[in-house]
């Protein structure tokens, strides 16, 4: 196939009228084309006033030698999966989230029956657990937007951009398609798929596992866990299982789980994380910035990536929201916990986005591997106590975040944060080093996009659960320090979103499979 690489597209036009301009930029035949893909759309917004669309597509055609100046398409293949595994137990995986469930679909795939765990609902009750905290601060510790299926992504904005590279994130996508997800997945810049669509892909994945002899078992809890000679003995809280392959797809925010491995000397260290609030603008205002008033293509709602250092201390924006909501994200009782949701249309009034400030190794105290999860959940409870200790979260405009006085009003942006928010000083439950380095980083970031740091913009606290705050270490074969045991996923310290913990999930199966 040919590559068409950097087709500019000035209007509003079909994916044909696409291959067309493709084609007449590279001197193509149409009568030659056989077929053809979309492999890349993104936005060119660099010139307010020269806004366009640019393609890259690869192009089946009857002669490629009649195009000998045109470079062709390459396609990386998967490397062959040697199917190894002979053993008589099953596979079990602990959690229903992207790498969990990745992990199963490849053993599926490869003719092994996996056993997931998962300690919450399935997608369909677990969506009323979330409605019931967001309307009526009731919280269910085990099902919430933190726990059940499909992990913390399903109720984000499902976002597939990824940093890493790997030859597995096509089949990321091209797999998130197949159980439903609109094609345009596999081929946009920044890909989403929102929580709408997120809900029915999750219950297509289940029953495809299911026919093929995978097993689930929601509202099950694995509480401990036995080392025998050539299994373990999975401890649940009503029934056991024995495997010698157990995949930890336990989410960022299993801390109970990490307390239980600690006991059992599984092999942990700390690592990296961040804190901060969300910040919510008019998504008007934030199109206004990014694309400018002169364009008429029909543009998706605004994004933004945003990063400022100062010395040690980095402010960055993280999974970005446009025409979003900050959800109520706690998984524990007496705290308050954000981060933000879009459906796939992005068509809410406000655009929401993390804030974050990293935190550093002599900002936590105490000795414990673990220490981070304690700072996180004292400044959890800190922010439920702020916002009434009624589940309310606390809020404040940027102008009096920036002033250090309470919040005595809301101006043009109305908190999105359900089931409620209550008027709030930030500083007084912020570190300082974050409350500052917040500060200086919106207004940095106001240089890039105008109107960033306008007065009325919210902050809504706390956001915490950007990533897990330990690394449960593996070895070459994906193997933690007890046999048996493979550490997999976001939680576990491997990955940085959905496509990346799914990549991770799936080169763990690999793992599994190609033992002897």
Not at 342 to 354: E, F, L, M, V
Not at 463 to 485: A, C, G, L
């Amino acid at each position: 196939m040919l590559k068409l690489d950097n087709v500019k597209v000035f209007k509003n036009v079909s994916k044909e009228e696409v291959l067309k301009l493709a084609l007449k930029k590279y001197r193509v035949s149409f009568d030659d084309v056989l077929s053809y893909k979309i492999l890349k759309k993104s936005i060119d917004a660099r010139d307010k006033k020269n806004i366009h669309y640019l393609y890259s597509l690869a192009v089946e055609v009857r002669n490629e030698k009649r195009y000998p100046k045109i470079k062709k398409h390459e396609v990386i293949k998967e490397e062959v999966i040697k199917r190894n595994r002979k053993s008589e137990y099953d596979p079990i995986i602990v959690g229903a989230g992207p790498s969990g469930l990745f992990c199963a679909l490849t053993l599926i795939e490869n003719g092994y029956k996996p056993i997931i765990i998962e300690q919450g609902n399935r997608v369909e009750e677990r969506i009323n657990d979330v409605k019931q905290y967001r309307e009526n601060s009731v919280l269910n510790t085990r099902s919430n937007v933190q726990f059940g299926e499909g992990g913390a992504g399903t109720f984000s904005d499902g976002k597939l951009s990824t940093g890493i590279n790997s030859i597995y994130i096509n089949k990321v996508l091209e797999t998130f398609h197949k159980f439903g997800a609109p094609e345009e997945i596999t081929y946009l810049a920044h890909p989403h798929i929102g929580t709408d669509n997120l809900v029915n892909i999750l219950i297509n994945i289940r029953k495809y596992i299911e026919e093929n002899g995978g097993k689930y078992y929601f509202n099950t809890k694995l509480t401990d866990f036995e080392v025998k000679d050539d299994c373990l003995t999975i401890i649940c809280e009503d029934k056991n299982f024995e495997t010698d392959a157990l995949v930890l797809a336990i989410g960022h925010s299993a801390r109970d789980t990490f307390e239980m491995l600690l006991r059992n000397n599984v092999e942990m260290k700390r690592k990296n994380f961040s804190v901060g609030v969300r910040i919510e603008h008019l998504q008007k205002d934030i199109d206004l910035a990014q694309y400018g008033d002169y364009t008429d293509l029909d543009l998706p709602a605004a994004e933004y990536k945003l990063v400022y250092h100062n010395g040690e201390r980095v402010c960055y924006s993280f999974c970005m929201c446009p025409g979003g909501e900050v959800m109520a994200s706690s998984s524990e009782p007496n705290s308050i916990v954000t981060n933000g949701m879009s459906n796939y249309k992005r068509d809410g009034r406000n655009a929401n986005a993390g804030i974050l400030v990293n935190v550093l190794p002599e900002d936590v105290k105490g000795d414990s591997v673990l220490a981070g999860i304690d700072y996180q959940k004292e400044l959890e409870r800190k922010a439920f106590e702020l916002g009434g200790s009624n589940y309310h979260a606390p809020v404040q405009r940027f102008e009096d975040f920036v002033n250090n006085c309470k919040s005595e009003r809301i101006g043009k942006v109305e908190p999105t944060y359900k089931p409620g928010y209550t008027l709030s000083n930030l500083n007084e439950i912020l570190p300082e080093y974050v409350a500052e380095t917040l500060k200086e980083g919106i207004r940095n970031f106001d240089k890039k996009i105008k109107g960033f740091a306008d007065p009325d913009s919210i902050l809504t606290a706390v956001e915490t659960r950007t990533s897990s705050p330990v690394t449960v270490i593996r070895n070459d074969e994906f193997v933690s320090n007890i046999e048996y045991i493979y550490p997999c996923g976001e939680g576990c310290g491997y990955a940085g979103g959905i496509t990346s913990a799914a990549v991770d999930g799936i080169k763990t199966a690999i793992k599994i499979i190609e033992k002897d």
